[in-house]
């Protein structure tokens, strides 16, 4: 009999959580509004060299006006090219190509370089992928961020170039990809959210991986609009 009545209790707590993460999921997101800045619009890249950025260099390097991420040997820790600025409310632009593996990379931002999590570059915060899985991540924090891949898998290509536009304003982010809105999502967590550098991803993998980057910009505090998407 107590054995039983322990085994319900347990049963009981179980479900008790499951109804508590689906509530924590479903909590409809404050309304946090855009931040106030003074409005600027430059490259984040110079299509020469990789000033202004910073990772290692045996994994990075520039050809023909791209930003190249590329490995032959295991990355055991996910690790990116940061830029030395930091950023909050902004507009970033620029075509994107996954080359070798199917590992998706990614555009990392709101968060923190994390070195204490195994690699001096790698990042804490909030992740945009591309291209196969797509979606949002919270990189080393809630992890999937429940935003559809779906749109995406219909207009993204999965070994070409994808032209990228995120919108980041508040604790709202809306993601434009091949002049297609594919998501448009807000943190319920606001807290979470920290100015920090903006990564390219190259993720942690066994086997080798080619990613390219070219023609990135960036608007500070942006206007409230999508300026790539076809109407």
């Known amino acids: 009999m107590r054995r039983r009545i ?31 800045g003074k409005s600027e619009t430059y490259a984040l890249f110079n299509g020469k060299d990789l000033e202004g950025w910073e990772g290692h260099e045996k994994l990075w390097s520039v050809k023909d006006g791209v930003i190249i991420a590329k490995n032959t040997e295991p990355i055991p820790v996910s690790t990116y090219l940061l830029t030395k600025k930091n950023y909050t409310d902004f507009r970033f632009t620029g075509t994107v190509k996954l080359v070798e593996s199917e590992m998706h990379s990614g555009i990392a931002m709101w968060g ?3 070195p204490d999590k195994g690699d001096k570059y790698t990042y804490a915060g909030h992740l945009v992928m591309f291209p196969s899985g797509w979606g949002f991540y919270d990189l080393y924090g809630r992890q999937g961020l429940g935003v ?8 993204g290509k999965q070994h070409d170039w994808n032209e990228l536009e995120i919108l ?7 993601v434009v990809v091949n002049g297609a809105l594919i998501a448009d999502w807000r943190d319920p967590e606001p807290k979470r ?13 066994k086997v080798p991986q080619e990613i390219h ?8 505090f942006p206007k409230d609009e999508l300026v790539t998407l076809k109407k």
């Open 6 to 36: 322990c085994l319900s209790l347990l049963a009981t707590g179980f479900w008790i959580g499951i109804f508590a993460v689906q509530a924590q999921d479903k909590k409809e997101a404050p309304v946090v509004p855009p931040r106030e």
């Open 168 to 174: 980041a304003q508040g604790n709202r982010i809306r």
């Open 193 to 205: 959210i920290l100015e920090g550098p903006i990564g390219l991803q190259l993720h942690s993998n």
């Open 148 to 155: 559809d891949p779906e749109p995406a898998k219909k207009v």
């Open 112 to 114: 923190r370089v994390a």
């Open 213 to 220: 980057f070219k023609d990135l910009k960036i608007e500070t």
